[in-house]
T-cell receptor, first 113, second 113 residues
Framework: DSGVTQTPKHLITATGQRVTLRCSPR?????VYWYQQSLDQGLQFLIQ???????AKGNILERFSAQQFPDLHSELNLSSLELGDSALYFC????????????FGPGTRLTVL | AQSVAQPEDQVNVAEGNPLTVKCTYS??????LFWYVQYPNRGLQFLLK??????LVKGSYGFEAEFNKSQTSFHLKKPSALVSDSALYFC???????????FGKGTRLSVIA
């Protein structure tokens, strides 16, 4: 158990819908990262937050957005869903320090029908 | 920009034999290198990291990795493979600071009894 929790585990929805994925980082970790894992694209970085502020942006679509709240949990919002958005979405957190590695949550499997 | 290459999609090895999973990287500055393992329907688990120091890094479950600066490689090794090592292995790199990881495409390791 990495200490990073994600809900829900599975999500099945229809095209055009909007969903929210939730992540709670390990206690004390200020950085939260979101990654998307799909068969054709592999593991891709979406976005990073640090202590409530956006720190880095990767290959995140405009239909997707995220935020980190004062209690440090984070939410990833996916809207106008398309079939190609079906993937595993991982959240990770990391402690301060140069040597810190990222702890990954169990992921949310999103299926868009 | 950072990048990671895992040249083999699949590695097959007999139980008890040594295994190697290859990884090469490209990064400006000093690399921070990581190996993660993903079991079916699970999140990514941290195996080991190289930040600085000894080129041979020892990690979890008997795995080790050798950092080779001249060849820009960070191959994962284990002296004696177990069937339970069968999983998807990811090499990742980042630069200094709590920046996002850049992952390779992953190598599926199959250990045959």
């Amino acid at each position: 158990d990495s200490g990073v929790t994600q809900t829900p585990k599975h999500l099945i929805t229809a095209t055009g819908q909007r969903v929210t994925l939730r992540c709670s980082p390990r206690s004390g970790d200020l950085s939260v990262y979101w990654y998307q894992q799909s068969l054709d694209q592999g593991l891709q970085f979406l976005i990073q937050y640090y202590n409530g502020e956006e720190r880095a942006k990767g290959n995140i679509l405009e239909r997707f957005s995220a935020q980190q709240f004062p209690d440090l949990h984070s939410e990833l919002n996916l809207s106008s869903l398309e079939l190609g958005d079906s993937a595993l979405y991982f959240c990770a957190s990391s402690p301060q320090g140069r040597g810190g590695y990222q702890f990954f949550g169990p992921g949310t499997r999103l299926t868009v029908l | 920009a950072q990048s990671v290459a895992q040249p083999e999609d699949q590695v097959n090895v007999a139980e008890g034999n040594p295994l190697t999973v290859k990884c090469t990287y490209s990064v400006s500055g000093n690399p921070y290198l990581f190996w993660y393992v993903q079991y079916p329907n699970r999140g990514l688990q941290f195996l080991l990291k190289y930040i600085t120091g000894d080129n041979l890094v020892k990690g979890s479950y008997g795995f080790e990795a050798e950092f080779n600066k001249s060849q820009t490689s960070f191959h994962l090794k284990k002296p004696s493979a177990l069937v339970s090592d069968s999983a998807l292995y990811f090499c990742a790199v980042r630069d200094a600071g709590n920046t996002p990881l850049v992952f390779g495409k992953g190598t599926r390791l199959s250990v045959i009894a």
